[in-house]
């Protein structure tokens, strides 16, 4: 995430240079200690997608962050997504929390990804049953 933020519009001044070790559990390993969620949020700066391959069954609904200089890990989640069974998708830029305004299949949104301009930054896709 750090070498696609440099030099990219919109990120400007963007830096993370320190480095943390932390455990690593797989949504699986979460849901079998503490019951199956109705939502998860997925934010995990850039790694959405390896925590998306860690959940084996669907839950109701969920959410992951992208980035407009990481499209293809957006992609690798909606595709991740489709083979667990979601079929509704809707997205939100930044933190707006303001829905595209309808639930759409998962290539309208991959669209609208694509369009984005890079200085949109970022958002949610919401992906749902």
């Keep these: 995430m750090s070498a696609a933020a440099r030099g990219a519009e919109g990120w400007d001044g963007q830096q993370w240079s320190d480095v943390i070790d932390v455990a690593v559990v797989t949504l699986d390993g979460l849901i079998e200690k503490h019951g199956v969620p109705t939502f998860i949020k997925l934010d995990v700066e850039g790694f959405e997608a390896e925590a998306l391959a860690g959940l084996s069954k669907p ?10 200089i990481q499209r293809k890990v957006a992609q ?54």
């Design 76 to 129: 690798t989640c909606i595709d991740r997504c489709l083979s667990l069974g979601y079929r509704r998708f809707n997205a939100a830029l930044g933190e707006s929390q303001t829905l595209i305004g309808h639930w759409a299949h998962a290539d309208e949104i991959v669209r609208w990804l694509e369009k984005l301009p890079d200085q949109a930054n970022s958002g949610d896709v919401y992906c749902s049953l």
């Design 59 to 68: 839950v109701q609904s969920l959410s992951f962050e992208f980035t407009t």
